[in-house]
Nanobody
Framework: QVQLVESGGGLVQAGGSLRLSCAAS????????MGWFRQAPGKEREFVAA????????DYADSAKDRFTISRDNAKNTVYLQMNSLKPEDTAVYYC????????????????WGQGTQVTVSS
């Protein structure tokens, strides 16, 4: 199995940027497609972005398109989420997740989850 640890969250003003990182340990990182999800208070966890095992394919929620970029460095066992033009509605706990045999936006396709990192965007 794989262990995931997110970092990079924090407090930022609207219009600002943050880069989240998710470091993986355990099994071979390139065996997993990776995803980012988020959960705001009182809401369900929702898909943000996904990246295939090689990094050749990416997918985004409509709310993330044109503002967020997912990437990975398999040599560093790390996946990133660059978030630009942040809005107050982006405030949430952000989770990275790993999947084997699945790539996409379906939450239950992912078997392994990190503990999350808080992102707060002030207006």
């Amino acid at each position: 199995q794989v262990q995931l640890v997110e970092s990079g969250g924090g407090l930022v003003q609207a219009g600002g940027s943050l880069r989240l990182s998710c470091a993986a340990s355990g099994r071979t990182f390139s065996d997993y497609s990776m995803g980012w999800f988020r959960q705001a208070p009182g809401k369900e966890r929702e898909f943000v972005a996904a990246i295939s095992r090689s990094g050749a394919s990416t997918d985004y929620a409509d709310s993330a398109k044109d503002r967020f970029t997912i990437s990975r460095d398999n040599a560093k066992n790390t996946v990133y989420l660059q978030m630009n033009s942040l809005k107050p509605e982006d405030t949430a706990v952000y989770y990275c997740a790993a999947a084997t045999g699945y790539y996409g936006s379906y939450r239950r396709g992912y078997s392994y989850w990190g503990q999350g990192t808080q992102v707060t965007v002030s207006s």
